[in-house]
T-cell receptor
Framework: EPEVTQTPSHQVTQMGQEVILRCVPI?????FYWYRQILGQKVEFLVSFYNNEISEKSEIFDDQFSVERPDGSNFTLKIRSTKLEDSAMYFC????????????FGSGTRLTVV | DAKTTQPNSMESNEEEPVHLPCNHSTISGTDYIHWYRQLPSQGPEYVIHGLTSNVNNRMASLAIAEDRKSSTLILHRATLRDAAVYYCILRALSGGTGGFKTIFGAGTRLFVKA
């Protein structure tokens, strides 16, 4: 079964550093998403991406965050200057279409900011 | 997206059927009902979705009330591996080209006893 692949599985970074989280969505999917989950809390929507642009973003997704699909296969989330409160699991997801399709999620990147 | 209400937790015995309820009294005619689950330490996993008719797949069945104000996810024979948080989510077009998102609530934590 096709999978969404995320790398790295775990990243430790110092506060103030930039991090890039990488995702390879399923190849025929057109819609891409980033979510995060702080330990013990809900899964939170960050951003959705379609046709090479952001289609929706949450209030969490401020100027410190950016997304890119640099080469037609990878989908990246960049955090420019990490804060302690950015420590969380970050999940990438993709879907074939809109509301009549389910999302396939990756297994996540655990980001620890120290 | 319209709101859903689920019990905080439920318990089941292994190898017995499980019926996970969801109320969505403010559902609109074009809202799809989606179910996801999240196993411990994993990303969310799509389970099933439907609009009006009951749906079956290899993972579960979805029973939708005639007035669509509630639905039930049915696991026909619970295993220990089905212990997870189950999310009932309504999906609607939220406007804009490609603009949409899936918002996760607190879900129902299912405990399965051996």
């Amino acid at each position: 079964e096709p999978e969404v692949t995320q790398t790295p599985s775990h990243q430790v970074t110092q506060m103030g550093q930039e991090v890039i989280l990488r995702c390879v969505p399923i190849s025929n999917h057109l819609y891409f998403y980033w979510y995060r989950q702080i330990l013990g809390q809900k899964v939170e929507f960050l951003v959705s991406f379609y046709n090479n642009e952001i289609s929706e973003k949450s209030e969490i997704f401020d100027d410190q965050f950016s997304v890119e699909r640099p080469d037609g296969s990878n989908f990246t989330l960049k955090i420019r200057s990490t804060k302690l409160e950015d420590s969380a699991m970050y999940f990438c997801a993709s879907s074939e279409g809109r509301i009549n399709y389910g999302y396939t999620f990756g297994s996540g990147t655990r980001l620890t900011v120290v | 997206d319209a709101k859903t209400t689920q019990p905080n937790s439920m318990e089941s015995n292994e190898e017995e059927p499980v019926h996970l309820p969801c109320n969505h009294s403010t559902i609109s005619g074009t809202d799809y009902i989606h179910w996801y689950r999240q196993l411990p330490s994993q990303g969310p996993e799509y389970v099933i979705h439907g609009l009006t008719s009951n749906v079956n797949n290899r993972m579960a069945s979805l029973a939708i009330a005639e007035d669509r104000k509630s639905s039930t996810l049915i696991l026909h024979r619970a295993t220990l591996r089905d212990a997870a948080v189950y999310y009932c989510i309504l999906r609607a077009l939220s406007g804009g080209t490609g603009g949409f998102k899936t918002i996760f609530g607190a879900g129902t934590r299912l405990f399965v006893k051996a």
